[in-house]
């Protein structure tokens, strides 16, 4: 039992360069999240999918795109990656997500973008 | 808008003392939920708790206590007798009960205990 794996553990992309992060987890969890970590601000939604088929936008959605064909799955793409996309990317999932359920985590992504 | 909020930005104690991180939360919702998770130098994020809004019973987990008082909107963090390994960054996260409820952050506080 892995919980959530999350791969690569750290990518090195130039400016346009295009890569996608994937999120896996065996929980049998309906639904999963990606988020990023930036110095002194915690931790913000990037996109969330609360089932197989659909996805939906958080707090900072812009310059990502994603999407969870198996339920298992929940992958990250950034088509164009900018500097500012150089930030910490964890995935998380939980078993529902409209009662409180606690989100367990993978263990991040580390992107730096030159 | 839910918002949380951690105003100690950093902690730093020496072993064995206590120490206490703040949590003010805001939400709308009359249900919600609130959550510590720890985060260690290694940087993976540790769930510690979660408590509903319905129960205000104070938490004992070993060296761990948590308050949780909604006539001030708090979840503080209690740490007994810190040690070494408590260093990490504590993040208290909030989550509604309305639609799909996600996971509010707040920006952490970093606990740093000396030996």
């Known amino acids: 039992n892995a919980g959530v794996t999350q791969t690569p553990k750290f990518r090195v992309l130039k400016t346009g360069q295009s890569m996608t992060l994937l999120c896996a987890q065996d929980m049998n969890h309906e639904y999963m999240y990606w988020y990023r970590q930036d110095p002194g601000m915690g931790l913000r939604l990037i996109h969330y999918?609360?089932?197989?088929?659909?996805?939906a936008k958080g707090e900072v959605p812009d310059g990502y795109n994603v999407s969870r064909l198996k339920k298992q799955n929940f992958l990250l793409g950034l088509e164009s990656a900018a500097p500012s996309q150089t930030s910490v990317y964890f995935c998380?999932?939980?078993?529902?997500?409209?009662?409180?359920?606690?989100?367990?985590f993978g263990p991040g992504t580390r992107l730096l973008v030159l | 808008a839910q918002k949380v909020t951690q105003a100690q930005t950093e902690i730093s104690v020496v072993e064995k003392e206590d120490v206490t991180l703040d949590c003010v939360y805001e939400?709308?919702?009359?249900?919600?939920?609130l959550f510590w998770y720890k985060q260690p130098p290694s940087g993976e994020l540790v769930f510690l708790i979660r408590?509903?809004?319905?129960?205000?019973q104070n938490e004992i987990s070993g060296r761990y206590s948590w308050n949780f008082q909604k006539s001030t909107s708090s979840f503080n963090f209690t740490i007994t007798a810190s040690q070494v390994v408590d260093s990490a960054v504590y993040f208290c996260a909030l989550s509604g009960n309305s639609g799909y409820s996600t996971l509010t952050f707040g920006k952490g506080t970093m606990l740093l205990v000396s030996p």
């Open positions: 998380a999932s939980s078993s529902y997500g409209n009662r409180g359920e606690t989100q367990y």
């Open positions: 408590r509903n809004s319905f129960d205000e």
């Open positions: 939400t709308r919702d009359t249900t919600y939920y």
């Open positions: 999918s609360v089932g197989e088929g659909t996805t």
